[in-house]
């Protein structure tokens, strides 16, 4: 059964600091893992996607990397904003088919 | 549709009442997701939908909830005799053809049973 796992599981930062948010998975046999932020009362939205042939993706000061071997995956944001402050949640599904599993998310707050 | 689209935003219930949770799905998605996020918590998966057949429903949390899709469009999760504890958020999300592919969710539906 796939378990994942996010930590911390809350971060608060002064603004400008670069931070990396940690995700990790129990089976490795995973076909994507997915990054999302959850605004306060909102839903999801969708950062990055990596494929499992892939080691890293890249989107303006985000960027994810995916080590498949370890079950890892981080979330690199660079120099941090206030309104980067929100949770953000990994998300693996095992095949194409499959349904996705979250991690419990962390809850960062960047503080001006 | 542009979105995944959830009603209503709001729902307050009595207990033991009935209610349905709509999902719109972006158009051409053919899988469907309903996850369910209570107070401070994660998101908690209640079932999965492939065009109008549901393969996974293993996380419906008891025989109270239930779940269609008609049409490989609009999903319905139904939950009979509301309790407590069913107040949650109750988030849908599609993606083209499952768990390949990006997710895309609604804005949810915040449920109150009281």
């Known amino acids: 059964k796939q378990e994942v796992t996010q930590i911390p599981a809350a971060l608060s930062v002064p603004e400008g600091e670069n931070l990396v948010l940690n995700c990790s998975f129990t089976?490795?046999?995973?076909?994507?893992l997915q990054w999302f932020r959850q605004d306060p009362g909102k839903g999801l939205t969708s950062l990055l996607l990596?494929?499992?042939?892939?080691r890293e993706q890249t989107s303006g000061r985000l960027n994810a990397s995916l080590d498949k071997s370890s079950g890892r995956s981080t979330l690199y944001i660079a120099a941090s904003q206030p309104g980067d402050s929100a949770t953000y949640l990994c998300?693996?599904?095992?095949?194409?088919?499959?349904?996705?599993?979250f991690g419990p998310g962390t809850s960062l707050s960047v503080i001006p | 549709g542009a979105g995944v689209s959830q009603s209503p935003s709001n729902k307050v219930t009595e207990k033991g009442k009935d209610v349905e949770l709509r999902c719109d799905p972006i158009?051409?998605?053919?899988?469907l997701y309903w996850y369910r996020q209570s107070l401070g918590q994660g998101l908690e998966f209640l079932i999965y939908?492939?065009?109008?057949?549901?393969?996974?429903k293993s996380g419906l949390p008891s025989d109270r909830f239930s779940a269609e899709r008609t049409g490989g469009s609009v999903s319905t999760l139904t939950i009979q005799r509301t309790q407590q504890e069913d107040s949650a958020v109750y988030l849908c999300?599609?993606?083209?053809?499952?768990?390949?592919?990006?997710?895309?969710f609604g804005q949810g539906t915040r449920l109150t049973v009281v």
């Open positions: 999300a599609s993606s083209l053809i499952g768990g390949g592919t990006e997710a895309f």
């Open positions: 089976d490795s046999a995973i076909y994507n």
């Open positions: 990596i494929q499992s042939s892939q």
């Open positions: 998300a693996v599904p095992k095949t194409s088919y499959d349904k996705v599993i």
């Open positions: 158009s051409g998605h053919t899988a």
């Open positions: 939908f492939q065009g109008n057949s549901a393969p996974d």
